[in-house]
């Protein structure tokens, strides 16, 4: 779960309840009388004025949505201007959708929060515990007599360093090898044979992503959705390694 993005959500929603509170505080000075069942529909129209036609712009890699067209109060004015009551309720409906831009604003500053917290660039954020972290073979080319180190990786854990990585580089060395093995068949290298299950990202990161070992044992891939970040070490935290994949 997102601690972070539930805050703020409940933020929004907070907000909604006191201006709702506060235009129904206005039509009772008024002289107004919505009570009971009235103030209730009075509510419904304001949630219902929130749902409308959006855009979801990516902000620093996140997809924020931007409300552009009020559907919902365009089907509120259909059904109450015929009962001759689109001028009661008018103000609540534009409410629910004025209220898209405070979810805006939070969504906004919530990535701002999240990035102090759980910045990207520090691999504690996607991999918070290795207690029952598990090595799996997904490519051929991996070692089968590899292990992991859970104590040397839990040592570098923290130290490891979000790198650039050259995909142009990893494509080249995960084509083919051109000599065949005894059954005809033509063995290929991948740089990130292993997987790596059992952890958990940070608590409140809402985060859960696959996390793919380098052949080497000093890197992490880990993919996040639609992003993917690259961590580096200096040691390797794999037993069993081939002296050629140690360098």
């Known amino acids: 779960m997102n ?21 129904m505080k206005k039509e009772a000075q008024n002289n107004y009388e919505i009570k009971g069942p009235t ?10 004025g929130v749902f409308s036609f959006s855009i979801n712009p990516p902000i620093y890699q996140t997809n924020v949505q931007l409300a552009i067209l ?23 409906a534009w409410l629910g959708f004025v209220v898209n ?15 102090i917290f759980y910045p990207v660039d520090r691999i504690t954020t996607f991999v918070g515990s290795i ?19 859970e104590k040397v990786l839990q040592d570098i854990l923290i130290n490891m360093k979000a790198t650039e990585m050259d995909s142009w580089k990893w ?13 005809g068949n033509t063995p290929s290298t991948e740089k990130f044979p292993y997987l790596l299950t059992g952890t958990s990202s940070k608590a409140g990161s809402g985060t859960d992503p696959l996390i793919f ?11 996040t959705g639609n992003n993917h970040y690259y961590f580096r070490a200096n040691t390797s935290f794999l ?6 994949t140690r360098q």
């Open 70 to 92: 009020p559907l919902g109060v365009w089907i509120l004015y259909a059904v109450l201007n015929g009962r001759k009551r689109w001028n009661v309720y008018r103000k609540y």
């Open 171 to 183: 494509y080249d060395e995960s084509q083919p090898i051109i000599e065949d093995d005894e059954e």
């Open 101 to 115: 831009y405070i979810f805006f604003a939070m969504t906004l500053l919530s990535i701002g929060i999240y990035q």
């Open 213 to 223: 070992v380098e052949n080497d044992g000093k890197g992490l891939l880990i993919l």
């Open 131 to 149: 207690q029952r972290a598990e090595l799996i073979i997904t490519h051929p080319s991996g070692g089968e007599q590899v292990t992991l180190n």
């Open 239 to 244: 037993n069993g390694l081939r002296a050629d």
């Open 3 to 23: 601690y972070i993005e539930l805050m703020t959500n409940f933020i929004g929603w907070g907000i909604l309840l006191i201006l709702f509170g506060v235009y």
């Open 39 to 48: 103030g209730w529909k009075a509510l419904f129209v304001t949630i219902l």
